[in-house]
């Protein structure tokens, strides 16, 4: 699949100019032809800037419509967008500049001060401010430029987008997306899911990551779909609009927060088609949790940043809890055993992937994009998973470090190397447990030094944050003497999260 991928949906969405593209939650809207054209003066005020293709284009805004055609301004003059968490705090940012090194960074105006201290210590020629209204000195550059402007004819494999994953080592890799890998999986999707003329989708996620941004955004507005686009995850603002909608996507929190909430009914779900879950494992109790409440049952996708979506349960045939589906038309799935040989069908091993939606490697880290592909193409995606008889895919759990806090991920490694910096600390675990809201939830397990008495865990916590986004803070810390090491050395962080399970 070639070509730049604003191209492929703007065929779709062309004829529709005067159609809704986005509805606002206090009612603005913006239409086909408004995308259109505000994406065209984000594109010709970022080659107004001096930037050229393949330049990085880093953002970290809050959720809005222009946060959107600011992406889609990229893509039109083949820029490579760079997504940060609303969440990330200075000292993220700084590393993220420092290893992509973008052209300009926008942002919203509050964070201003210290971004600009950081763009400039890391060499970042331009920051521009954008806000939830679309106001800033980006939209006074868009408005002195025209709302025409001609699509950079990509190559497939050029450049996107660039999304951080943190890693095993701490160390956050920025993974390459090509416009051929995010055009590969919207056609994919846009087919498995049924999309459809009526379809309309309620968007409650946030747009730094493949699910809110990707998977969501790409699969309506291929569509030419219109999306009720919030920056809320309040269950009564998505059952108020449900009745209004006909598509949603959500992570499992989504999902158990809407089942805590008595005004969900079949009556609020009657003109709803698809409601579907990824990010995160989805709780089979939550499965049928929902189907008995609802009538619907939820369809489970899996994918992730490197890959976009691999898997889905079917839109017509059975969806079976526990499952992600079966492989989606032009993804490859291998699972193998500790030699990379493919185990039985039925037996658990580590997950690979190969197609046209698998990222290209890991932003200037040859030798660690080269650890992650096998010499035939396929990715290692660190998850373990089996596969039924009836070719549905199960993933057991992960073989790589990670935590998934309410679809969040968070590398245990990373917080530990803050936790240990902390005068007193003589080291730490960190580890998930189940929690009912966040599915797991970062727990510390901390040593102190014999003169650290005095590191509480409110201290701990004042420390991490000015340093972590706070998805990634300890909900609980506890304090012990010691880790418990195997024979090697290594911390035995299973035997943590069996002690700690119970013990919110
Ligand atoms: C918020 N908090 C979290 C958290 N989200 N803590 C741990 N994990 C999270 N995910 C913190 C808040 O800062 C706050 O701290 C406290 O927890 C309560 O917050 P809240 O108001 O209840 O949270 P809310 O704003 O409602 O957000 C919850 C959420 C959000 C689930 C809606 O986390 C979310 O949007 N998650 C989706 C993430 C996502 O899109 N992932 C896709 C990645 S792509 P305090 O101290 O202020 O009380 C991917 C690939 C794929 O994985 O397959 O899709
Ligand atoms: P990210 O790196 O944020 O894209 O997260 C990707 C990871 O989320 C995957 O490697 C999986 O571990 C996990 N994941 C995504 N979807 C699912 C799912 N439906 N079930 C279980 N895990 C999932």
Redesign the pocket.
């Known amino acids: 699949m070639t070509g730049n991928l604003f191209t492929h949906l703007q065929r779709r969405f062309a004829a529709r100019a005067d159609d809704t593209a986005i509805e606002e939650r206090e009612g603005t809207v913006f239409s086909f032809g408004d995308v259109a054209c505000q994406s065209a003066r984000v594109a010709n005020a970022l080659i107004g800037l001096g930037l050229h293709p393949g330049d990085r284009v880093a953002v970290q805004v809050d959720k809005s419509p222009h946060a959107l055609f600011l992406y889609l301004g990229c893509l039109r003059a083949g820029l490579v967008f760079l997504p940060l968490n609303t ?1 990330y705090q200075p000292r993220e940012i700084d590393y993220f500049l420092g290893d992509a090194t973008p052209g300009v960074i926008v942002c919203s105006g509050a964070r201003t001060a210290w971004m600009l201290e950081t763009a400039r210590q890391q060499g970042v020629p331009h920051v521009l401010t954008l806000e939830a209204d679309g106001t800033g000195t980006l939209a006074e550059i868009c408005n002195a430029t025209s709302d025409k402007q001609t699509v950079h004819p990509c190559g497939g494999d050029d450049l996107a987008a660039i999304l951080y994953t943190s890693g095993t080592t701490g160390r956050p890799k920025g993974a390459m997306i090509s416009h051929k890998n995010l055009t590969a999986n919207c056609l994919s999707l846009h087919d498995a899911w049924g999309w459809r003329d009526g379809d309309i989708l309620l968007h409650v ?2 747009i730094f ?4 941004l990707f ?1 969501a955004c790409h699969c309506a507005l291929y569509n030419a779909s219109k999306m009720y686009f919030f920056d809320t ?1 309040d269950s009564d603002v998505i059952i108020d609009y449900l009745p209004r909608s006909t598509v949603f996507m959500g ?1 499992p ?2 999902y158990t927060r809407l089942l805590d909430n008595p005004r969900l009914t079949p009556e609020t779900c009657r003109g709803m088609r698809l409601f579907i879950s ?3 494992p989805l709780l089979e109790q939550t499965f049928y949790d929902f189907r008995k409440r609802t009538g619907h049952t939820i369809l489970e996708r ?4 490197e890959t976009g ?1 691999n898997t889905s349960n079917p839109l017509n045939g059975e969806r079976i809890a526990g499952t992600v589906g079966k492989a989606l038309p032009g993804v490859k799935l291998r699972i193998v055993d500790e030699d990379g040989l493919p185990v039985t069908r039925g037996d658990v091993g580590a997950l690979l992937v190969k197609g046209d939606n698998v990222f290209s490697g890991y932003w200037r880290m040859p030798e660690k994009t080269d650890e992650e592909f096998t010499a035939d193409g396929y990715f290692a995606t660190g998850d373990l998973a089996r596969e039924t008889e009836n070719g549905y895919i199960t993933i057991v759990g992960r073989d790589k470090d990670l935590i998934i ?5 968070v590398y245990p490694k990373e917080v530990e190397l803050c936790i240990d910096e902390i005068p007193g600390v003589r080291e730490s675990a960190v580890i998930g447990v189940p929690h009912p ?2 599915g797991e ?2 727990t510390a397990i901390v040593v102190r030094d014999p003169d650290g008495r005095d590191v509480d865990e409110q201290r701990i916590v004042d420390d991490l944050r000015n340093s972590l986004a ?2 990634k803070l300890p ?1 609980t810390i506890h304090f012990v003497d010691e880790l418990p090491r195997n024979a090697m050395g290594k911390v035995q962080k299973n035997l943590l999260r069996q002690r700690y399970e119970s013990a919110r």
């Open positions: 969440a996620l946030p990551h493949v699910h809110g998977v995850a992570v929190t989504h990824g990010s995160a899996y994918g992730m940043t979506m806090s309410g679809g969040y991920n809201d966040f939830a970062v706070k998805f909900k």
